[in-house]
C-alpha cells in the first residue's frame, strides 16, 4: 500500500490509472476506522480495480464547539487497517494540503442540506461537499463508497455529483450494527458506560416507528409518536429530531403513501447519535 500525502501526487497516480483504464473506487473517511469503514473498503475492493481510501479530519465540516480537536486520530492503526483490506492508495493529506492559503471556495447544496442535521449543525454540509468535490477532483473516481448510516449525507452527495456532472458512481453502503443494534460511529468511543447501554434506544425507536408502518399506520404524526414513546423509556436520551421523510428530498411526510426514510437523532449527555430506518412501499 501506497501513503500518499501530496495532491499533487494523488492527481498523478489517478491521470495514469485513467490512461491504463484501471476503475478506481474511492472510499473517503475521517480516520478512526471501524467495521463499517472495513465494510465500505470491501465493497470497493470487490468492484473496483483500484481502492484509494482518504483519511482527512476535514476542519470545515466541524462546527463551533464540536469536537473537531479531540476526533480521534490514529494513523498507524488506521493505515494497518487499510493495509489489511488490500487498499492500494492511503491519502492523508494536511489541512494546508487541502487548503491552500488562498482556498476561496465553498460548495453548498441547496435543498438537501436545509434540514435535520444541517439545522443542528450550520456549515456542516458545505464542509462536506466542498471536501467530497475536492477529493473527486484529485482521486478522480469511477465510484465513491458512502455509508447509509449518513442518510442525509450521502443524499447530498448524490446530489451533488450530479448537479456538478462530476462522473462519479456513488455507491451507499448498508449500516453496519454493533450487536444491540447501535450504528458504528467513530464518535461512539466518546460514549460512557452508562450512556453505551443507553444508546440502543434510538434504533429500537426507529424499528418501532417501522413496526408500525407495518401494522398500517400511516400517519407521520402517530408514526413519529410511537418512535418519541420509545425514546422516552430511556432516561439518559433526549430526542433532536425524529421524522418520516421522502427518502430522496428529505422533506417531512404527513403520511406514507410510497417509500420513506425515518430519521433519528438523539443526543445522550454531549454525545449525538443519528440513525435511521428505510420503510419500503
Ligand atoms: O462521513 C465522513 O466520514 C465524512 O463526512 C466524509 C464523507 C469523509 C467527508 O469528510
Not at 452508562?194 to 416507528?209: C, D, I, N, T, W
Not at 425524529?242 to 438523539?266: K, N, Y
Request: with cysteine.
Amino acid at each position: 500500500m501506497r501513503i500518499i500525502r501530496s495532491s499533487r501526487t494523488l492527481s498523478a497516480w489517478s491521470r495514469h490509472l485513467h490512461r491504463e483504464g484501471v476503475v478506481i473506487g474511492l472510499v473517503p473517511t475521517m480516520g478512526a476506522l471501524h467495521a463499517g469503514h472495513r465494510a465500505l473498503i470491501r465493497r470497493a475492493r470487490l468492484s473496483c480495480d483500484a481502492v484509494v481510501v482518504s483519511l482527512f479530519v476535514n476542519p470545515r465540516q466541524f462546527g463551533l464547539g464540536e469536537d473537531y480537536s479531540r476526533y480521534p486520530r490514529r494513523l498507524r492503526s488506521d493505515a494497518a487497517v487499510c493495509q489489511g483490506e488490500g487498499v492500494d492508495v492511503l491519502f492523508v493529506p494536511t489541512r494546508e494540503e487541502m487548503y491552500p492559503p488562498g482556498f476561496g471556495t465553498s460548495v453548498a447544496v441547496q435543498g438537501l442540506s436545509r434540514r435535520w442535521e444541517g439545522e443542528r449543525r450550520p456549515g456542516h454540509f458545505e464542509g462536506v461537499a466542498t471536501v467530497v468535490a475536492k477529493l473527486c477532483g484529485l482521486a478522480r473516481p469511477h465510484v465513491a463508497f458512502f455509508g447509509r448510516k449518513d442518510f442525509q449525507q450521502a443524499a447530498l452527495v448524490r446530489r451533488l455529483v450530479e448537479d456538478l456532472s462530476l462522473g462519479v458512481r456513488v455507491a451507499v453502503c448498508p449500516t453496519v450494527r454493533d450487536k444491540n443494534g447501535v450504528a458504528l460511529s467513530s464518535r461512539n468511543q466518546y460514549l460512557t458506560p452508562a450512556q453505551r447501554r443507553a444508546a440502543p434506544v434510538l434504533y429500537a425507536a426507529l424499528r418501532a416507528g417501522h413496526a408500525a408502518v407495518r401494522a398500517g399506520v400511516r400517519s407521520a404524526s402517530r408514526i413519529r409518536r410511537v418512535m418519541r414513546d420509545t425514546i422516552a423509556t430511556e432516561p439518559l436520551a433526549r430526542v433532536e429530531y425524529l421524522s418520516v421523510c421522502d427518502p430522496d428530498t428529505l422533506e417531512p411526510r404527513s403520511r406514507i403513501t410510497g417509500d420513506a426514510v425515518l430519521l433519528g437523532a438523539i443526543r445522550l449527555g454531549r454525545v449525538r447519535l443519528i440513525d435511521n430506518l428505510l420503510v419500503k412501499k
